[in-house]
């Protein structure tokens, strides 16, 4: 179980995450400017930061139990087969970068050579022996939720076949991850200190890296997920993005899924952005069942906004035309106790599952701050209530989604066969 010994220790003067914290404040980013200022979290981020996380996640990969081990052994996890993730540092990934912290390559190179990169081989050399050594053992909701396919099955072991058969058989990503523009609407604490737009230079090379990257990576995915990084409809990145896959008979088959906080997901957007016939998931973070918990951990958001805009995605969903609709929350101290009611929500807005996960260290925390937060410490004062919402009736129900709660209890808590768990959200 993580606490906030482990995730939440206080940073030193000059430690990798006192210096996000500095680059991330509104002072820096006045008297720097955002470019130099991002140029820093880059830098740290890409030569410390996952440092950090790799070391962990090899150390969690030893400390594995018996039991634990003998089921990774038996079970494959697809993902760094088929999905590769861009990232705002300039890093690709063959998985999100919590639960898969070891870049494969970066998006200024030829898509296809970092897809078969030696360290993108090694790391699914580490899926099919079963020691998962790249992977965050706490923080991928697949592991800790006991969610991943049985390696006998006829697709993982295509999966593996194609893979020992190398290069020219091997195909390229089919679910493409876009996270590298952070411009969002909101600034929601649990994911970042204040808002974040892209500015005119920023902008002026997102849109130089699609035409350079992202079209052609595209042309060959099936599936491209915008965005986990920041708002689909909040960066006008992606706007753009999506205006021309949508228009092009090139991107006809591609399904587009869409992760956004709703804000700006209205009627006006889906006719702008033409999103009819081209849109698979729409997954939802909202965090909250009441407005002002919403007010207060979706900042700034409208709740009566949002709850017009899901009234209105409803539609699209009863429709068909959205395949699949989720709402997320990550749980902290500020909305643990709403997690019945999100349920309750879901149903009413027509949503075909609801995802718990637990909130997260980010680097540009103070310890203060997590330790508030963090209501997945045993040691946090409110830690047994939380576990008794575990046990409330509506969280057994299909639509609820744990995610990685299980790792955040006691063993045997959450009945597997009684709770879904094991969804990720970003």
């Known amino acids: 179980m993580t606490t906030s010994k482990d995730s939440g220790k206080q940073p030193g003067a000059l430690s990798p995450r006192r210096l996000l914290q500095w680059a991330a404040s509104p002072a820096v980013l006045d008297f720097i400017g955002r470019d130099r200022a991002d140029a820093v979290a880059s ?3 890409n030569n410390f930061i996952l440092k950090l996380r790799q070391r962990r996640a090899y ?18 996890c697809r993902r760094p087969f088929n999905t590769m993730e861009t990232t705002h540092t300039g ?23 970092v897809w078969h990169s030696d360290i993108a081989n090694k790391i699914r050399e580490s899926i099919i022996d079963g020691t998962y050594s790249y992977c965050d053992h706490v923080h991928c909701p697949f592991i800790a939720g006991r969610q991943l396919e049985s390696r006998d099955s006829e697709e993982a072991r295509e999966f593996i076949d194609r893979h020992r058969k190398g290069r020219a058989v091997a195909p390229p990503p089919l679910q493409v991850v876009l996270s590298h523009d952070k411009s969002c609407n909101l600034a929601c604490p649990s994911c970042r200190s204040g808002i974040y737009v892209a500015n005119k230079a920023r902008q002026a090379k997102l849109d130089d890296l699609t035409e350079k990257s992202l079209l052609p990576m595209l042309k060959d995915a099936g599936d491209v997920i915008i965005t986990g990084s920041g708002d689909a409809f909040g960066s006008n990145h992606f706007r753009n993005l999506i205006k021309r896959l949508t228009a092009s008979d090139d991107y006809k088959d591609l399904k587009i899924h869409l992760h956004t906080n709703g804000q700006l997901f209205d009627e006006r957007a889906w ?18 069942a009441q407005a002002d918990t919403y007010a207060n951990v979706r900042r700034p ?7 017009k805009n899901l009234a209105f995605l409803k539609t699209k969903r009863e429709a068909g035309e959205i395949q699949d609709l989720m709402f997320s929350m990550v749980v902290q101290d500020a909305n643990y106790r709403e997690m019945p009611a999100f349920v309750k929500m879901g149903q009413d807005f027509a949503a075909d599952s609801v995802i718990f996960n637990m909130y997260r260290q980010r680097d540009v925390f103070s310890k203060g701050e997590y330790e508030d937060a963090f209501i997945g410490d045993p040691h946090h004062p409110d830690h047994a209530d939380f576990l008794e919402v575990l046990h409330a009736p509506e969280l057994y129900l299909p639509i609820a989604n744990l995610g990685n709660l299980a790792a955040y209890a006691p063993a045997g808590w959450l009945d597997a066969e009684k709770h879904a768990i094991g969804q990720a959200a970003e």
């Open 43 to 45: 830098f740290v981020n």
């Open 59 to 76: 150390a969690q990969s030893q400390a594995q139990d018996e039991a634990a081990q003998a089921y990774l052994k038996t079970h494959f």
């Open 91 to 113: 890093l690709v990934f063959a998985c999100c970068p919590v639960y898969l912290p070891t870049p494969i390559g970066r998006l200024d190179e030829n898509h296809l050579d």
């Open 271 to 288: 006719r702008e952005l033409n999103l009819s016939g081209h849109v698979g998931w729409v997954q939802i973070s909202i965090d909250a």
């Open 301 to 307: 958001g409208n709740f009566e906004r949002l709850l």
